[in-house]
């Protein structure tokens, strides 16, 4: 039986959502350790101002492929982009590509989603679900398609508290949604959209859920896999520790952790937190591409790509290493210093907010004013509490997820391929990951430089030394307002400080003693 390698060699592969966060580490991927890869066709949407070509040739420059760039200089000729528009029917690929592409293809990754939580429903589903029919259709006409690959979300049912490798009936008919959507107004759909997404939390997880019961319904035409990431994370070990280019998910939070600027997160600090590395989820999707063309088993096949059940790591432990990662390494011109908590209290939550959140930037902001300059830091918070709005729904509960697929396409791989496409998430070192985590977000998302470490802690030290100094001032106001007014209150301070006398002057004769 073919390597992983050897099976790519020679393929021609198409992917979609390329220029996202894992379709660029899926192309690095199967570019270094598949180098014998035929072609890789990339769909590309042209943005206003830049052209397709200009688009990936920036892609290209991204320190992301730099070991590739080591390898093979030319690695650029094996990238083909194709024009192509999710929104639009056929998906706006034109009809010469649409030839080529038949005649040609051999894999298909379909990572291209819109992953925002809040996206209007109509738009989810366009961009989620019809989108991905139409690529079905497309595929169906290729002569010499061997495998199609889509990535879902392991949340796609989480109203279900325990997830089996199997695709779960949607919650609608998908195409008597779509039918039913076409004539209504935004208006309309946004009113309606509560009653339709029922116990999910938003429109992204209802029609991820849709998108798998589309793709189902095409098992018995050709070659398919879901792969269903948890919430997809830096990279673990490729290219390099720590490679990050968002804010989406943890990543922002993290920074605004490590910013000094969130300082409260509502959360369970006993639930485990199910991150997964994006190059575990691009090794899995790679090894079941080649396992799905080799084997063609006769259903879909379901990965559920998690870490809870094998090697889980909760909230309250993430919280504790952030802080000390962004401590030990921490973020340029930092707000305070990083200080965030974990509560599941709502009440304990919305005191924090108001003390520590608000307050500070209505101070801060009428800095700004006074100085003539634009207030900002109240529109920075109220952006940062809806997004961790958003998050709050996932960080506040578990799931149990079956990962018997996983464990079998495990044991079909040779040793070689095992440890060139790792998703072995139990050799995972979470406090060394979580740091390279932090780090990755300094370097590759801020563009921060690791030289400028020691004048970070000299900023994180004059941080401190306001607070000291702000709190010494807050207690002798305190002490002046309202002790030096009271009799009561001045014979209460002087006996606590008395105590505090007393107790440091035991405390110097016993060290006295003892030496």
């Given at each position: ?5 050897e ?9 979609t ?10 192309l ?10 035929k ?13 397709m ?5 920036d892609m ?11 390898d093979n200089?030319d690695f ?13 029917p056929?998906?706006?690929i ?14 298909i ?24 029919q ?29 997830i ?10 998908p195409?008597?949604?779509i039918?039913?959507?076409e004539w ?10 509560p ?12 029609t ?6 589309v793709?189902?319904q095409?098992q ?8 269903r ?9 490729e ?17 605004a952790?490590?910013?000094g ?6 959360a ?5 937190a199910?991150l ?9 999707t790679?090894a079941?591409?080649?396992?799905t ?13 998690t ?14 290493h952030?802080?000390?990662?962004f ?21 304990i939550n919305q ?5 520590s ?5 209505l ?5 700004l004013?006074?100085?003539?300059q ?12 809806k997004?961790?709005?958003l ?6 509960q578990d ?12 044991s079909?791989?040779?040793?070689e ?20 985590y932090c ?17 970070a ?7 401190r ?18 002790i030096?007014?009271?009799?009561m209150a ?8 008395s105590?505090c ?15």
């Open positions: 039986m073919a390597s992983i390698p099976f790519y060699a020679g393929k021609n592969v198409l992917i959502g390329a220029t996202g966060f894992m379709g660029k580490v899926l690095e991927k199967l570019l270094r350790s598949c180098p014998e890869v072609a890789l066709y990339i769909l590309v949407r042209p943005k206003a101002g830049q052209s070509q200009q688009r990936v040739s290209m420059t991204c320190k992301l492929f730099d070991r590739v760039r080591e200089p650029h000729q094996k990238i083909i982009p194709i024009s192509s528009e999710l929104t639009l056929g998906l706006a034109s009809p010469e590509d649409v030839e080529r592409l038949t005649a040609c293809i051999n894999v990754f379909h990572c291209a989603a819109t992953i925002r939580f809040d996206e209007p429903l109509k738009h989810a589903l366009q961009l989620n679900v019809i989108a991905t139409q690529l079905l259709g497309l595929a169906q006409q290729m002569h010499h398609l061997e495998a199609f690959i889509h990535i879902s979300t392991a949340y796609a049912n989480c109203n279900r508290k325990h089996d490798e199997v695709i779960y009936p949607p919650p609608v008919e195409k008597k949604l039918e039913s959507l209504m107004d935004d208006g309309m759909v946004r009113d309606i959209t009653r339709l997404i029922g116990d999910r939390p938003n429109t992204y997880t209802y991820k859920a849709l998108a798998e019961c793709v189902q095409e018995d035409k050709l070659n398919i896999a879901i792969i990431p948890s919430i997809v994370g830096a990279s673990w070990q290219p390099f520790p720590g490679w990050i280019d968002n804010f989406n998910g943890p990543s922002g939070v993290f920074i952790a490590g910013k600027i969130l300082r409260t997160m509502r369970n600090n006993d639930a485990v199910d997964i590395p994006v190059d575990v989820v691009i090794n899995l790679l079941a591409g080649w396992y063309a080799v084997h063609r088993p006769k259903t879909a096949m379901v990965y559920n790509c870490t809870g059940g094998t090697n889980p790591f909760h909230w309250g432990e993430i919280e504790h952030v802080m000390s990662s401590k030990r390494n921490p973020l340029e011109q930092a707000f305070r210093r990083p200080n965030a908590n974990i509560t599941s209290n709502y009440l005191y924090w907010i108001l003390v959140h608000k307050f500070p930037a101070i801060y902001d009428l800095f004013r006074f100085t003539g634009k207030p900002q830091m109240m529109r920075i918070f109220n952006r940062l509490h997004a961790i709005g998050l709050e729904y996932f960080s506040s799931w149990e997820w079956n990962s018997d697929n996983l464990s079998m396409l495990m079909q791989l040779t040793p391929d095992k440890k060139t496409f790792n998703f072995d998430v139990r050799q995972l070192n979470w406090p060394e990951y979580i740091e390279n780090i990755g977000t300094k370097k590759y998302v801020l563009n921060e430089d690791m030289s400028d470490i020691p004048a802690r000299q900023h994180l030290r004059k941080l030394n306001i607070r000291y100094t702000f709190n010494t001032v807050l207690v002798v106001f305190i002490w002046r307002v309202f030096a007014r009271s009799q001045r014979n209460i301070w002087y006996f606590v400080v105590l006398f007393k107790f440091l002057s035991y405390f110097r004769a016993s060290s006295t003693l003892t030496n």
